[in-house]
């Protein structure tokens, strides 16, 4: 898929959108019509059960089972602890033996 992909963004600028809506110039397509293309493709190939999660799941396990860099793919999902989150869990921290706060 490579050289396809490759062909595809051949002279799209990096702020383009890969797959613009045909009603609305400049705009991505809706969540639900990449549901629909993901989904009536993967029927073709007798699947079921595919969907945009589908993918970035698949890119998850493959990313992890190479690297083992968990740290990284939450970064790249942008998923982790809010900055409210970490001054709140650290202004709690306490070096008392045992568990407690202050």
């Keep these: 898929l490579k050289p ?12 383009e959108y890969l797959f613009k809506s045909p009603r ?7 969540r639900q019509q990449a549901y629909n293309v993901l989904t009536d493709a993967a029927k ?3 699947l079921e059960a595919i ?6 799941k698949t890119f998850g396990y493959h990313m992890y089972q190479q690297t083992h860099d ?3 793919l ?3 999902f942008n998923i982790g ?3 409210d989150n970490k001054d709140k869990l650290i202004k709690s921290l ?8 202050r």
Aim: zero cysteines.
């Design 51 to 56: 969907g945009t999660h589908t993918l970035r």
């Design 24 to 30: 609305y110039p400049n705009k991505p397509i809706t």
């Design 94 to 101: 306490t070096f008392k033996h045992g568990k407690g706060k």
């Design 74 to 76: 939450m970064e790249i």
């Design 4 to 15: 396809i992909i490759e062909e595809y963004i051949a002279g799209k600028r990096d702020y």
């Design 70 to 72: 968990a740290v990284t």
């Design 44 to 46: 073709v190939f007798g």
């Design 81 to 83: 602890i809010n900055q």
